[in-house]
C-alpha cells in the first residue's frame, strides 16, 4: 500500500533540491507534523544524504516499526519543514531539534 503524504505534487517547490535522500517519519509526511529532530548519519547508498527526520515525539515502539518511515528527497521533507534547509550542509554525526520557542538548534555538531 503507498503512503498518501500531505502535500499535493503541485505543491511541492523546488527549494532543495541535489540534496539527495533522507529518511522520514509518517508522523511528518502523513500526519503534516513539523520536523522536531534532525540528525545526520553515515549515508547508507550513493543517494543518501544520511538525514533522518522525526517530529520528535514518536515513540520508541513507533521508530522500531519500519512501516513508520520511508525514504523521500530531501526536497519533499524541506516543503513541509523549510527551516532545515539552513543546516543541510551539517557534517555527519550533527543533530539539531526544535526548542521551546520553535526554532531548530544544534544539539550536536
Known sequence: ??????????????????????????????????????????????????????WGWESEDYMNDPDNQDTYDINIIANYSPDVIEFLQAPVGSAFERNAQGKLVAIKQ
Open 1 to 54: 500500500m503507498k503512503k498518501e503524504i500531505t502535500l499535493a505534487p503541485e505543491d511541492i517547490k523546488d527549494i532543495a533540491v541535489g540534496h539527495g535522500s533522507c529518511v522520514a517519519t509518517d508522523m511528518i509526511t502523513v500526519y503534516d507534523r513539523p520536523v522536531g529532530l534532525m540528525y545526520r548519519d553515515e549515508p547508507s547508498d550513493t543517494n543518501s544524504s544520511g538525514w533522518c527526520f522525526l
